[in-house]
T-cell receptor, first 111, second 111 residues
Framework: TQLLEQSPQFLSIQEGENLTVYCNSS?????LQWYRQEPGEGPVLLVT?????EVKKLKRLTFQFGDARKDSSLHITAAQPGDTGLYLC???????????FGKGTLLTVNP | EAQVTQNPRYLITVTGKKLTVTCSQN?????MSWYRQDPGLGLRQIYY???????DKGDVPEGYKVSRKEKRNFPLILESPSPNQTSLYFC??????????FGPGTRLTVL
């Protein structure tokens, strides 16, 4: 089973600041998904990256997939309190369905 | 509305009293799975099902049973719950190459 390491584990910032969280593995990812989980709810998919070097943007969120497909990052610009939540990366899916999740980064954005 | 539903959302029970957590999806997905989420351990897969009558163990299957008699339903059974099964449980479903949809979660406490 591939192990995914996410960092930092916890992050508390003020509204308007920028931040980056990371997801790393010693093995090559087949594909990588980023989820956000809000308190009391299940995770919700933000993006899937498949190609090495890929960059995807979702409003103020920018996702990068490393060239070697062993790492990924999520950058949030001008964070807002609504961005508060647990950010999870997950590897796999596709034809074999199974996802392996990292332990997540718990982000708190203070007003 | 596409969704995964779980019941109950909250459950407090005692050691050894059999319980079932139901899960249902309305998206005609082939794949369904159960996860538990614990502080510091992240999301860990308990069991998964590739289709009707096809189930297999995930990473932490001990103490759990599942069945998949219909495509839409995937109940999780705890024959003799123990306190170490106190956790937040999520059901999820997906089709190949599509996102995994999560239910709202069931918070289980075993006394």
């Amino acid at each position: 089973t591939q192990l995914l390491e996410q960092s930092p584990q916890f992050l508390s910032i003020q509204e308007g600041e920028n931040l980056t969280v990371y997801c790393n593995s010693s093995s090559v990812f087949s594909s990588l998904q980023w989820y956000r989980q809000e308190p009391g709810e299940g995770p919700v998919l933000l993006v899937t990256v498949v190609t090495g070097g890929e960059v995807k943007k979702l409003k103020r969120l920018t996702f990068q997939f490393g060239d070697a497909r062993k790492d990924s990052s999520l950058h949030i610009t001008a964070a807002q309190p609504g961005d508060t939540g647990l950010y999870l990366c997950a590897e796999g899916g596709g034809s074999n369905y199974k996802l392996t999740f990292g332990k997540g980064t718990l982000l708190t954005v203070n007003p | 509305e596409a969704q995964v539903t779980q019941n109950p959302r909250y459950l407090i029970t005692v050691t050894g009293k059999k319980l079932t957590v139901t899960c249902s999806q309305n998206m005609n997905h082939e794949y369904m799975s159960w996860y538990r989420q614990d502080p510091g351990l992240g999301l860990r897969q308990i069991y998964y099902s590739m289709n009707v009558e096809v189930t297999d163990k995930g990473d932490v299957p001990e103490g759990y049973k599942v069945s998949r008699k219909e495509k839409r339903n995937f109940p999780l059974i705890l024959e003799s719950p123990s306190p170490n099964q106190t956790s937040l449980y999520f059901c999820a479903s997906s089709s190949p190459w599509l996102e995994e949809f999560f239910g709202p979660g069931t918070r289980l406490t075993v006394l």
